[in-house]
């Protein structure tokens, strides 16, 4: 009964390798890959990948990753074992690329890191081939890895790889971050050039949430000489951001950042733990307005690549993107907000079975964005702005 049309106009391509989703990060550490399989399931149940092209992701080749990351490090990955963080022969460079417990060495690590970040080239590639309009990899959006060095659950930086592949074909490229975090590595990666626009939402709290970096004023370095001075945009928030303020935020900041750079392609980081109920999260975001900054992203109609990022509460994560996939494939009015009775694992989704559980009913924080703080924000970013020219 389920089986949604292709778009009309444009090509959607889904990039994913399913031995990802069967690494474990460890007991209690709040990265479950799994969360992939649970999106999977629902973007299938509901029919959706009859309206894509399916692309079994290869993994990246070292020297693909080594157009970013160092190779002292990237060797490191490779041979590292689990065990290794205790082992003494190695503790000088378990501590210099920073392993530990954000960042475990678990069975299989360097075979995860390259398949997601294989997805995200190939996702860029389609788009700079012309053989797809909107491309998705969820595995990846992994935004805080840098050059050398691991941090918050992220090894290899798939994001700036996948920027990296657009640059070929496009003179500007924008990325957006949605996540709750802040997104450092992307924009440390690209803070000396202005053919790349980095903005990224956050929560910021500079000594009490990771990574403490973001803050409006951190616009890349303004050295005279810096061309890509400016070109870091951030958005930093407070705790409890409801639905309405989020998406009229996203549409003025996001809206004003097209029309002046005018980039020739948008990278979209989707990081579910900017949802309400999220286990590391404390917004107030329902499935729909996070939705709703990835249909506004859409209307742009440049060449888009998606990707996924945090997101600590499966459910709910697995909901937003199979829900962002409907938008991506024009099937959001058509496909029914009630959880098909055929999916995989349905049990997850009680007791409402809907694709739109109120999550700021299940948890509500208290929304710390006052008005003029958020005017403030967007004032901000015009004024930045006024330095920027596409
Ligand atoms: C093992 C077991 C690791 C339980 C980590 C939450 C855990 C966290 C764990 C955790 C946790 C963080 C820090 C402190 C840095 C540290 C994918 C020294 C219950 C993109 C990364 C957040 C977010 C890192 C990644 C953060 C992303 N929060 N339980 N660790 N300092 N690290 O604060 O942006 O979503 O929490
Ligand atoms: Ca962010
Ligand atoms: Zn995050």
Same mark, same amino acid.
């Given at each position: 009964i389920y089986r949604i049309p292709r778009p009309q106009g444009y090509r959607v391509s889904w990039h994913a390798n399913p031995a990802v989703e069967g690494h474990h990060f460890g007991q209690s550490h709040p990265m479950k890959p799994w969360r992939?399989?649970?999106?999977?399931?629902?973007?299938? &149940?509901?029919? =959706?990948?009859?309206?894509?092209? %399916?692309?079994?992701? /290869?993994? &990246?080749?070292?020297?693909? =990753?080594?157009?970013?990351?160092?190779?002292d490090y990237l060797d490191f990955l /490779?041979?590292? =074992?689990?065990?290794?963080?205790? /082992?003494?022969?190695? !503790?000088?460079?378990?501590?210099?690329? *920073?392993?530990?417990?954000d960042c475990p060495i678990f069975d299989g690590l360097y075979n995860y890191c390259s398949l997601y970040a294989g997805g995200t080239v190939d996702a860029a590639r389609k788009l700079c081939n012309d053989q797809s309009e909107i491309a998705i990899n969820w595995s990846g959006g992994l935004h805080h890895a840098k050059k050398a060095e691991a941090s918050g659950f992220c090894y290899v930086n798939d994001i700036v790889l996948g920027v990296l592949q657009?640059?070929?074909?496009?003179?500007?490229?924008?990325?957006?971050?949605?996540?709750?975090?802040? $997104?450092?590595?992307?924009?440390?990666?690209?803070?000396?050039?202005?053919?790349? %626009?980095?903005? !990224?939402?956050?929560?910021?709290?500079?000594?009490?949430?990771?990574? $403490?970096?973001?803050? !409006?004023?951190?616009?890349?370095?303004?050295?005279?000489?810096?061309? $890509?001075?400016?070109? +870091?945009i951030n958005v930093p928030l407070n705790d409890g951001i409801d639905d309405n303020s989020y998406i +009229?935020?996203?549409?003025?900041?996001?809206?004003?950042?097209? *029309?002046?750079?005018?980039?020739?392609a948008i990278v979209l980081q989707c990081g579910a733990d900017s949802l309400g109920c999220d286990r590391l999260g404390c917004f107030n975001l329902n499935v729909s307005a996070h939705g709703a900054c990835?249909?506004?992203?859409?209307?742009? *109609?440049?060449?888009?690549?998606?990707?996924?990022? $945090?997101?600590?509460?499966?459910? *709910?994560? !697995?909901?937003?993107?199979?829900?962002?996939?409907s938008i991506l494939v024009d099937a959001d009015k058509i496909i029914d907000p009630q959880i098909p009775q055929s999916v995989a694992f349905r049990n997850h989704f009680g007791p409402d079975y809907s694709l739109f559980p109120s999550l700021s009913l299940i948890r509500q924080i208290e929304n710390k964005n006052s008005r003029p703080y958020l005017e403030g924000l967007v004032e901000a970013v015009h004024e930045q702005l006024r330095y920027i020219k596409g």
């Open positions: 992939l399989t649970l999106t999977k399931q629902l973007v299938m &149940a509901y029919g =959706m990948h009859n309206a894509m092209d %399916l692309y079994l992701a /290869r993994a &990246a080749t070292y020297e693909e =990753m080594a157009e970013f990351h160092e190779t /490779r041979q590292v =074992m689990p065990g290794d963080i205790e /082992r003494a022969e190695q !503790s000088d460079k378990v501590v210099r690329f *920073n392993f530990g417990d657009l640059l070929r074909h496009h003179p500007r490229v924008m990325y957006i971050d949605i996540d709750v975090h802040h $997104g450092d590595g992307v924009e440390q990666a690209f803070w000396s050039t202005d053919r790349v %626009l980095t903005v !990224s939402f956050h929560k910021y709290d500079k000594d009490n949430f990771f990574p $403490g970096t973001g803050a !409006s004023d951190d616009t890349g370095p303004t050295h005279p000489l810096n061309p $890509g001075a400016h070109h +870091s +009229s935020l996203y549409e003025e900041v996001i809206g004003a950042c097209v *029309n002046t750079y005018r980039p020739g990835v249909a506004f992203t859409k209307k742009f *109609n440049l060449p888009l690549l998606v990707v996924g990022g $945090g997101g600590y509460t499966p459910r *709910n994560v !697995s909901r937003a993107w199979a829900h962002e996939t």
